[in-house]
């Protein structure tokens, strides 16, 4: 029997500014990555988004990403090691709060956006993040891209590690995501996508962009829950994982 987690980016509404479609998608997934108030999220959201996962069982994770509110995180900033570990652990604590508040504890670590991107491939930027987990609670699992910088200084941390694989996302040859600004770097069809996923957890492979086979090894599988299709594209992709005796498992579980 094969096992994988499921996770969905959620809690990034923000004030009157409505976004995807968290209480559906919570109903689907067994891990949730919560937005901390820099690059979405605010204080009202991510407690109700907190409650809804506990109602449902779904595991609770941090999201932290850069302060960046109007570019949605996903925008380079030049940080050094020292600021991007008190940004993590600042919302880290944001975060605890309210799983503490709950009675939860907050499952696992997930970088937004640019921060994610950048310290998959930027060693010095992942082992701050790494060392802000360690040194705020080690019992959290780092969610990190599978075969990046960020897997690597999470181990040398002395972290449990969970690699991280995504469903609708194209990829390098080198295994890292292809840009958003690209052709072709997110993937619309659905078939497709179930295809790539069950290959990945299956086969422990991906076909990147360039056409040659990337090796990984999925603990975890992204869903972006953002978008009109996303219900019944993770109810999909729960359907073929039924079919291939693929069970969903949160991280803690696994």
Request: hydrophobic content about 45%; overall charge negative; some cysteine.
């Amino acid at each position: 029997m094969y096992q994988v987690d499921l996770n969905s980016d959620l809690g990034e509404a923000y004030g009157l500014y409505t976004m995807g479609m968290d209480k559906e998608i919570i109903a689907l997934i067994s891990s949730a990555n919560i937005g901390c108030g820099w690059h979405g999220g605010d204080p009202v959201v991510m407690d109700e988004t907190v409650k809804e996962c506990k109602g449902r069982s779904v595991a609770v994770g941090a999201h932290p990403g850069f302060p960046d509110l109007m570019g949605f995180g996903r925008r380079n900033m030049a940080v050094t090691p020292a600021e991007a570990k008190a940004y993590a652990k600042y919302q880290l604590g944001a975060l605890w709060a309210f799983a503490k508040s709950h009675g939860v504890p907050v499952q696992h670590f997930k970088p937004h956006g640019a921060l994610y991107n950048m310290a998959a491939t930027d060693a010095k930027l992942a082992a701050a993040l790494a060392q802000a987990v360690h040194e705020f609670d080690r019992e959290i699992i780092f969610l990190g891209l599978a075969n990046s910088c960020m897997i690597t200084a999470a181990l040398e941390c002395g972290l449990a590690v969970a690699s991280e694989v995504f469903a609708d996302r194209a990829y390098n040859a080198d295994g890292t995501l292809v840009a958003r600004s690209q052709p072709g770097a997110v993937i619309h069809d659905t078939e497709l996508c179930i295809s790539r996923v069950i290959r990945m957890v299956k086969e422990n492979k991906v076909q990147a962009i360039t056409g040659e086979d990337v090796s990984l090894k999925p603990d975890s599988i992204c869903v972006h829950g953002d978008n009109a299709k996303a219900v019944e594209f993770i109810k999909a992709i729960r359907e073929a994982f039924s079919t291939h005796g693929i069970a969903v498992k949160n991280l803690k579980a696994m």
